[in-house]
C-alpha cells in the first residue's frame, strides 16, 4: 500500500478580472513508503503548486482544489483545517527552495526548531531546545548550542537550507516534500546538502517527494521520477528507464538538452523551442504539440490519456513517442 | 552600537547648531530688525540707539553670534518680548501640558491603531477592513483643528458630555507638584481633581490623536499583509503550528517593526498637531505659547526657544525608536 | 504634519523611508513596467474614485466663472442687510447656499474657492518639487561635496516636523501674503523631493538596466535622461500627487493660526475654513462644513490616486 496516494488533483486559479488558470490538472502518482519519488518540469509547470495543493498550503481564497490526496488513506484534502495541522509538521515535512526567506528573521534558530518539537510531541521549551541541539547537530551543523542563540541572517546559506531540514525532520515524519531544496544554493552547497538528505532519509526510512528542475539531482536521488508538463504528468518511469531511454518528446527534450562531457564539442545543445507559457488555446490535445518536433495531427485532435507501460511503474502520455530502442 | 549612539548624538549636535545659527542670522537680517520687532514703528530715535546698545547689536555680527550661542548653552534664552518674563520659566510651564497631551494621545493612537490594523488585514477585503480603509483616509484628509471644533460643538455644547476648553474645572483645587494635572491629582491624592483633569483630557487627546492613529492603523494593516505573504509564514504553517502560535509569534513580531518606526515619526505630527489642538481647546501648552508668539507682534525669543525644543524633542524621540527597533530587530543589532 | 505618504517628518526615518519608497518606485524596468502599472491603475476603483474627484474640481476650478452664480467678492444689500450678530442668512433666491459674514454669495466663494485653492496646492507643491528635484540632480550628479553640503542642508530642513517648519518659515517673514503660505508650504516639501530624486538616482546608478546600457556603450548623458531621470520621474509624480494632499491642509493649518493670506476678498476653502468657518461655527455651521468637505474631498482624491499610483508601480504588485 502506498503512502501517498494522490489520485486526479487539480488546482485551478480564479483571479479577479482574469480567466481561472488551471495550474494543476489531473496530476496522479503514488509514494511508498521509504521511496523517493521525483517531480520533475521547467518552472510553471505546476510541480510546487502540487507540492503546496499536498500541504493543504494555498491560500483557500481563489483556489479550488479538486482530486484526493491519500496519505495513509486518510483524503488530507478532506480533512478539518485544525486536523491537517495535526499532521503537517508530524507525518509530512516540508522544505523550500529559498531557506533565508523561509525561516524567520527575528526568532532564534533554536525556538524555531523548538517549536516544531513543542507543537507536536508536547516537549517543554527546555526539552524541545536540548533535543533541537541535537537535530542540529544531526544535519551537519557545527557548534550547534551557539547556533541554537543566533539568527537566521547570521548562517550561511547552505547552513539554513540544513536548519530547515532539521526542522522538517524534527517529529520523524514518514513523507518530507523538498521543493527544489537546492536551487537556491551555490554548487558545492548543493551536493552537500543533496548527499545529506539522501543520507537522513534512507537512515530513516522517511519516504521524500523532491521538487526539482535539474536532471542532475534526480539522477542521484530518485527511484521514480514523474515528469510533469503544464499542469499534467506526461511520463513516469523508474529512473534508469527514464534516463536510459526517454518516451515522451519533452522528457526526450529536457535530456538532451543537459550538457554532457562525453558529447563531441563542436555539437550544439539541444534546445526545446518556446516555453511552457505557449499555451494551446483549445483544451484538448497535447499542451507541449506547439513545442514538439514530433508533432503529428492526432496530437492537437484528441484528448491523449496517460496510458501505463510495460516499464515497471512506467506511464505515458503520447501519440507519437520517441521509438524505442531494440536493445542490443 | 554605542559608537552608532555617539554618532547619533553628534549629529543630533550638529542640527541643532545649524538650525540656531539659520535662526539666528535669519531674525538678524529681517527688514527692521529685532529692534522693531520690540519697540514697534513708532519708537523714538532715542529708544531705539538705547535698545540696540543695550541688546549688544552695535557690536560686530560676530560677537552677536558668539553671545548668542554662549547664552543658548548656559540656558539662557532670552526674555519673552509679550511678558518679559525669562523665555525657560514661559516654556518650563508649559510643557507639562502639552507633555500630558501627546501622550495621551499617543497612547490612544497607539492603542487603538495597532489592533484595528492588525484586524483589518486578517479581514482583508470583507467588510471591517474596507470600512477601516475609508475611515482611515478620512482621518489623514480631515484638516485636524475642523475635526477639533465639530467635536466640541457636538459633545460639549448640547450634550454637555465633555468640558469646552481648558486642562481643569477652574475651583477643582489641584495642588500643582509636577505640572501634570491627572498625575497631581492622584500624587495629592486629590481624586476629584484627577478624574476632571482626566475629563478634560479626553476631546483633545482625540483630536489629536486622529492622524497618528489612522496612519497606525494604516501602517500596521500594510505591514501584517506584507508580512502573511512571507516564506517563513508558509513554513510555519507547514511545520503545522497553531493559528494562534503563528500570530503571535511570527506574525506580529515582524509586522510591528515598521510601526516602531511610525511611532516615532507621528512624535512630529504630534508636535505639529498640538499647536492647533491645543488653540482649539484653549489648552495652555506649547502649542498655545506658539501661536500666542506668532499672533500680531512676534516674540521671537520664544519662537526661537519652542523651534529648538520642537527639533530637540523630534530628533532625540526619534533616536530612542531607533534604539528600540535595534533591540526587536536582531538584523539590526550586528550591523 | 505627517500624511499619508508618511513622507513629511524628521531626518533619519523620513530619509529611510523616502529611501524605501525610490527604491520600490522607481525600480528597474521602464515602458513594459509602466504601461502594466496604467493598466492596473485603471482596474483599481481607487485610482478611479481619486482621478474623477481631481477631475471634478479641476473642472470647477476652470469653468468657475461660467459655474458661480454671482461674483465672489460683490456684498449684496439684500444679504448684508439681514446679518446680525448671531444670525447670518442661509439659503435664500438667488443665494443657494445664503450669505457669508460679510454679505458675499457663499455658493459663489465656495466654486472660486476651488481655483484658489488648486492654485495654493499646485503653486506649492510645483515649486517644492521643481527645486527639490534641481537640488536632488545636483547633488546626485555631482557627489562628492555638492551632495554631502546639499544632503546636510536637507537633514537639517528634515529636523523639524512639516508644518512646523511652515510655521515657522510664516512666523520668520515679515509679513504674511498668499506668497508666503505658498513658499512656506513648498519650501517643507523641498528636502522630500531631493532626497526623493537623488536617493532614486544612486539607486539606479548601480542597477542593471544602467550598467547594460553603459556596457551597449551608451552616452553618459544620455543615461541620465533616457535611463534614469524617467524612472525617477515616476516616484516624484507620485510624491507629488500626495504632496498636493498635504499641502492644501498645512495652507489650511496656517490661516487657521491667523498666518494666512491676509487678504479679506481671497476666496480659499483653507482661509474659508480657518477663519470664519470656525469662527461662526454655532452661528452658522454651513460656513465650515462645506469649505471643509471640499477640503476632505480634493485631499482624498490626490491620496487615492497617489496612493493606488504608487502600488500600481510596485514591482512587487505586479502579476
Known sequence: MPL??????????????????????????????????????????????????????????GNTVAGEVLFEDTDLLRLRPQDLRDRRGRDIGMIFQDPLSSLNPVIPLGLQVAEVLERHQGRTRQAALREARQLLEAVGIPDPARRLKEFPHQLSGGMRQRALIAVALACKPRLLIADEPTTALDVTIQAQILALLKDLVDRS?????????????????????????????????????????????????????????????????????????DNIPWTEGCAFAPRCARVIDDCIGATVALEPTRRRDGALRCTNPVPQEVPA | MVRVVLRRLIQLGVTLIALMTLIFFWLRNLPGGPVDALLGERATPQTRETLIRALGYDQPIWVQYWRFVRNVVTGDLGNSIRTGEPVTAVISRAFPATVELALAAIVIAVGLGIPLGYLAARHRGRLLDNATIVVTLIG??????????????????????????????????????????????LLTREWDASADALWHLVLPAVTLATIPL?????????????????????????????????????????ALLPVVTTIGLQTGALLAGAVLTEKVYNWGGLGTLITDSISGSRDYPVLQALILLAAFVFIVVNLLVDLSYAVIDPRVRVR | MTRPGGIATLAEHKRRRIDELTARTSGTGGVSLLRDAGRRLRRNPAAVVGAALILLFLVIAIFAPLVAPHDPVQRFPELTSRLTVDSIPGATAGHPLGSDPLGRDFASRMIYGARQTLFVGVLATLIGLLSGVLLGAVAGAAGGWVDVLIMRITDVMLALPSLLLAITLVALASESTQWTVIVAVAVVNVPVFARLLRGSMLAQRESDHVLAARALG????????????????????????????????????????GLGDPDINRAE???????????????????????????????????????????????????
Open chain 1, 4 to 61: 501517498l496516494d494522490v489520485r486526479d488533483l487539480s488546482v485551478v486559479f480564479r483571479r479577479k478580472g482574469a480567466e481561472p488558470f488551471t495550474a494543476v490538472d489531473g496530476v496522479s502518482f503514488s509514494v511508498d513508503p521509504g521511496q523517493t519519488v521525483g517531480l520533475v518540469g521547467e518552472s510553471g509547470c505546476g510541480k510546487s503548486v502540487t507540492s503546496l495543493a499536498i500541504m493543504g498550503l494555498l491560500p483557500r481564497r
Open chain 1, 205 to 277: 526510512g522517511t519516504a521524500l517527494v523532491m521538487i526539482t528542475h535539474d536532471l542532475g539531482v534526480v539522477a542521484g536521488l530518485c527511484d521514480t521520477v514523474n515528469v510533469l508538463y503544464a499542469g499534467k504528468v506526461v511520463e513516469r518511469a523508474g529512473r534508469h528507464d527514464l534516463f536510459a531511454q526517454p518516451r515522451h518528446p519533452y522528457t526526450h527534450g529536457l535530456l538532451q538538452s543537459v550538457p554532457r562531457l562525453d558529447a563531441d564539442r563542436g555539437r550544439r545543445l539541444h534546445q526545446i523551442p518556446g516555453s511552457v507559457s
Open chain 2, 140 to 185: 489623514i484628509s480631515i484638516p485636524i483643528f475642523f475635526l477639533g471644533y465639530l467635536l466640541k460643538d457636538w459633545l460639549t455644547q448640547g450634550a454637555h458630555v465633555f468640558p469646552p476648553s481648558g486642562r481643569i474645572s477652574t475651583g477643582a483645587g489641584n495642588t500643582d507638584v509636577t505640572g501634570f494635572f491627572v498625575l497631581d491629582g
Open chain 2, 214 to 254: 489612522a496612519i497606525i492603523v494604516r501602517i500596521t494593516r500594510a505591514s501584517v499583509l506584507d508580512v502573511l505573504d512571507e516564506d517563513y509564514i508558509r513554513t510555519a504553517d507547514a511545520k503545522g503550528l497553531r493559528d494562534a502560535t503563528i500570530r503571535r509569534r511570527h506574525v506580529l513580531r515582524n
Open chain 3, 218 to 257: 551608451v552616452r553618459g548623458r544620455d543615461i541620465v535622461t533616457r535611463h534614469m531621470l524617467p524612472n525617477s520621474l515616476t516616484a516624484v509624480i507620485v510624491q507629488a500627487t500626495l504632496t498636493f494632499a498635504v499641502a492644501i491642509l498645512d495652507a489650511a493649518a496656517l490661516s487657521f493660526l
Open chain 3, 269 to 319: 476653502w483653507g482661509l474659508m475654513l480657518g477663519v470664519d468657518g470656525v469662527r461662526y461655527l454655532e452661528v452658522r455651521p454651513e460656513l465650515a462644513y462645506f469649505p471643509a468637505a471640499a477640503i476632505i474631498l480634493v485631499a482624498l482624491g490626490f491620496t487615492l490616486l497617489g496612493e493606488s499610483m504608487r502600488e500600481a508601480l510596485d514591482p512587487k504588485n505586479r502579476r
